[in-house]
């Protein structure tokens, strides 16, 4: 049946580790990814009238940790009334997947993040990877096959699983589908690092969906032109920003854990103000040049020191990678010049707490989202429901949220420019009041005008669109 939906990704809405006495607990998955679809799906499950019982969604995701294998092997489970499938698939095809052809490959691709003059270097192990990748889509395309009933909808989510679609149209020609990309997409140029066969089978996998949709116009451009110059037929593409749920992060916002640590917050900036970033640990995020640009604010405007505090919240994230494990590094190094320079001035935090990051939002003067490439960024609507203070917020014009908020009034944090990116910063900190508040006001409208349920819809919809 059409309404029946089966969503694929990587990550689930739930995943299990063994505790102590052998026993497994389950907990909610982490990211981005997970933050909207969960609620999205759940809100579907809540109008469909199937509150917490499981009905016709189901959610196939990877076994990934120890705990989810020996889950994934007692069978599906129901998460907030969405049916949820663990699958579990060969432990080294996994880890050749995700980290080398997601992570350190597409990811680095899409992002821009390759130092080109040394990666990527692809040895046979990268071409066995990819053979990997291949056979890791297909069984994720044949759990669907199992699952999906006859004619239902196939949403398959991140650049984990592009190649999905294109085995489905080939064994279930009945079912509508379409993929959604949470990552920025790169133009024909920075595609031109794989090999040809594997770039037009991912072209063609891609393109094997019924849609292809992005967060942004631009990604969507850039998929566009990719499928072009590899003569791939490009499927029919489609725009949907994700959106928050005000509910979900407005409910960690008023709860206790948000508020023991804003009267932590409060002690350690006393008077001054703060200079807010939330992110993964991640290359693409461009947090050491964050800190760069800090210290050219304080050498450029001495006044402000002592005035301002910087906190920068960066949990932990893709450890097992050298590239992140150093960048981890570089990281807390120029946090350390910064404050070696000027005093105390910067706040590291590099543990994983969500209510301490939604304090930090509520508690910013200024919030800096400055990503050398996003899809999205999920932190910079967030801050905008979350904020008390009517937060200066400073963007990065390469984050797909700024098709979105940047006209709204977000100020232009330019990623590679420490220059441009002290005096957005300067500006935010120096702005009138009244200015602050009609920019804060119009970024929260523009940020909350649509729902997670409004995302899923334009998922559905482009799905189920007749091809042609
Ligand atoms: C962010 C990205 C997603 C990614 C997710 C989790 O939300 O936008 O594309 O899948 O992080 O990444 P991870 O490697 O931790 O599963």
Same mark, same amino acid.
């Given at each position: 049946?059409?309404?029946?939906?089966?969503?694929?990704?990587?990550?689930?809405?739930?995943?299990?580790?063994?505790?102590?006495?052998?026993?497994?607990? +389950?907990?909610?998955?982490?990211?981005?990814?997970?933050?909207?679809?969960?609620?999205?799906?759940?809100?579907?499950?809540?109008?469909?009238? &199937?509150?917490?019982?499981?009905?016709?969604?189901?959610?196939?995701?990877?076994?990934?940790?120890?705990?989810?294998?020996?889950?994934? @092997?007692?069978?599906?489970?129901?998460?907030?009334?969405?049916?949820?499938?663990?699958?579990?698939?060969?432990?080294?095809?996994?880890?050749?997947?995700?980290?080398?052809?997601?992570?350190?490959?597409?990811?680095?691709?899409?992002?821009?993040?390759?130092?080109?003059?040394?990666?990527?270097?692809?040895?046979?192990?990268?071409?066995?990877?990819?053979?990997?990748?291949?056979?890791?889509?297909?069984?994720?395309?044949?759990?669907? +096959?199992?699952?999906? =009933?006859?004619?239902? =909808?196939?949403?398959?989510?991140?650049?984990?699983?592009?190649?999905?679609?294109?085995?489905?149209?080939?064994?279930?020609?009945?079912?509508?589908?379409?993929?959604?990309?949470?990552?920025?997409?790169?133009?024909?140029?920075?595609?031109?690092?794989?090999?040809?066969?594997?770039?037009?089978?991912?072209?063609?996998?891609?393109?094997?969906?019924?849609?292809?949709?992005?967060?942004?116009?631009?990604?969507?451009?850039?998929?566009?032109?990719?499928?072009?110059?590899?003569?791939?037929?490009?499927?029919?593409?489609?725009?949907?920003?994700?959106?928050? !749920?005000?509910?979900?992060?407005?409910?960690?916002?008023?709860?206790?854990?948000?508020?023991?640590?804003?009267?932590?917050?409060?002690?350690?900036?006393?008077?001054?103000?703060?200079?807010?970033?939330?992110?993964?640990?991640?290359?693409?995020?461009?947090?050491?040049?964050?800190?760069?640009?800090? !210290?050219?604010?304080?050498?450029?405007?001495?006044?402000?020191?002592?005035?301002?505090?910087?906190?920068?919240?960066?949990?932990?994230?893709?450890?097992?990678?050298?590239?992140?494990?150093?960048?981890?590094? +570089?990281?807390? +190094?120029? @946090?350390?010049?910064?404050?070696? &320079?000027?005093?105390?001035?910067?706040?590291?935090?590099? !543990?994983?707490?969500?209510?301490?990051?939604?304090?930090?939002?509520?508690?910013?003067?200024?919030?800096?989202?400055?990503?050398?490439?996003?899809?999205?960024?999920?932190?910079?609507?967030?801050?905008?429901?979350?904020?008390?203070?009517?937060?200066?917020?400073?963007?990065?014009?390469?984050?797909?949220?700024?098709?979105?908020?940047?006209?709204?009034?977000?100020? @232009?944090?330019?990623?590679?420019?420490?220059?441009?990116?002290?005096?957005?910063?300067? &500006?935010?900190?120096?702005?009138? @009041?009244?200015?602050?508040?009609?920019?804060?006001?119009?970024?929260?409208?523009?940020?909350?005008?649509?729902?997670?349920?409004?995302?899923?819809?334009?998922?559905? =919809?482009?799905?189920?669109?007749?091809?042609?």
């Amino acid at each position: 049946m059409e309404d029946d939906l089966v969503v694929v990704s990587n990550r689930g809405p739930v995943s299990y580790r063994v505790d102590d006495g052998g026993d497994l607990v +389950a907990r909610r998955g982490a990211g981005g990814l997970i933050s909207t679809l969960g609620p999205a799906l759940a809100a579907r499950a809540r109008a469909a009238g &199937r509150g917490e019982a499981a009905g016709a969604d189901t959610w196939i995701a990877a076994a990934i940790g120890e705990g989810d294998r020996k889950a994934a @092997a007692n069978g599906p489970v129901d998460s907030q009334g969405v049916r949820v499938r663990l699958l579990a698939v060969d432990e080294d095809d996994y880890r050749a997947f995700y980290d080398v052809i997601s992570n350190q490959t597409l990811w680095f691709a899409y992002h821009g993040l390759d130092n080109r003059s040394l990666t990527p270097s692809l040895g046979r192990s990268w071409h066995d990877a990819w053979e990997a990748y291949v056979s890791v889509n297909r069984a994720f395309a044949a759990a669907v +096959a199992e699952e999906a =009933t006859d004619g239902a =909808t196939v949403i398959v989510h991140d650049l984990h699983l592009s190649l999905v679609g294109g085995f489905l149209a080939q064994d279930r020609p009945d079912l509508a589908t379409a993929h959604f990309a949470h990552t920025p997409f790169c133009w024909p140029d920075g595609l031109a690092v794989l090999p040809a066969g594997a770039r037009r089978q991912l072209l063609e996998g891609l393109a094997g969906h019924g849609a292809v949709g992005f967060h942004a116009t631009r990604w969507e451009r850039a998929f566009l032109a990719c499928c072009a110059e590899a003569g791939v037929g490009a499927p029919s593409t489609f725009v949907a920003p994700a959106a928050v !749920d005000p509910d979900d992060v407005g409910g960690v916002a008023a709860g206790d854990e948000c508020a023991r640590h804003l009267a932590q917050l409060d002690e350690l900036a006393g008077d001054r103000r703060l200079v807010v970033r939330v992110d993964r640990m991640e290359l693409s995020k461009n947090v050491v040049r964050g800190f760069s640009a800090f !210290d050219l604010l304080l050498e450029e405007h001495p006044e402000l020191v002592g005035e301002v505090l910087f906190l920068a919240c960066c949990y932990p994230s893709r450890e097992s990678l050298p590239e992140y494990a150093a960048y981890r590094r +570089a990281v807390v +190094a120029e @946090a350390a010049r910064v404050n070696d &320079r000027w005093g105390p001035v910067v706040h590291l935090v590099t !543990d994983d707490d969500f209510p301490r990051s939604v304090a930090a939002l509520c508690r910013a003067d200024v919030v800096l989202v400055n990503p050398v490439r996003d899809g999205l960024n999920i932190v910079a609507k967030e801050q905008a429901i979350v904020n008390r203070r009517h937060a200066a917020l400073c963007l990065s014009p390469q984050a797909g949220v700024w098709e979105e908020l940047g006209e709204a009034g977000a100020l @232009a944090a330019p990623p590679f420019d420490l220059v441009g990116t002290a005096d957005a910063l300067h &500006r935010a900190l120096t702005m009138g @009041a009244d200015e602050r508040a009609d920019r804060a006001s119009r970024v929260r409208a523009a940020a909350t005008a649509r729902t997670p349920a409004d995302w899923l819809a334009l998922q559905l =919809t482009a799905a189920r669109r007749p091809a042609g």
